[in-house]
Nanobody
């Protein structure tokens, strides 16, 4: 059973930074693509960023490009999302997800990821 856990959320002022971490266990997770999604109150869960299992390729939503950086952690089954220049519109619950069914394409749709964490709250005050 794959388990996914996020950490690092919190309250920050607009313009500040936060670093989210995700650790996954229970499988050959160093060989899977991983991603971050977020869901704000009353909105659909949306793609934020994803990284290929090799760490060599990344993809970002237009809304976070240039401000957020996704990377593999020192342990290959971990992923870090560095969020800079945060805006009030970034306020959401952030979810880490694992795509165990594909290792080639970096996918951006939530139903293409099959394991999810519980989420961590990020609140940006203006």
């Amino acid at each position: 059973q794959v388990q996914v856990a996020e950490s690092g959320g919190g309250l920050v002022q607009a313009g500040g930074s936060l670093r989210l971490s995700c650790a996954a266990s229970g499988g050959a997770l160093s060989r899977y693509n991983m991603g971050w999604f977020r869901q704000a109150p009353g909105k659909e869960r949306e793609f934020v960023a994803a990284i290929r299992w090799t760490g060599a390729e990344t993809k970002y939503a237009d809304s976070v490009k240039g401000r957020f950086t996704i990377s593999r952690g020192n342990a290959k089954n971990t992923v870090v999302l560095q969020m800079n220049s945060l805006k009030s519109g970034d306020t959401a619950v952030y979810y880490c997800a694992v795509d165990t069914r594909n290792r080639v394409l970096i996918r951006t749709t939530r139903n293409e990821y099959d394991y999810w964490g519980q989420g961590t709250q990020v609140t940006v005050s203006s």
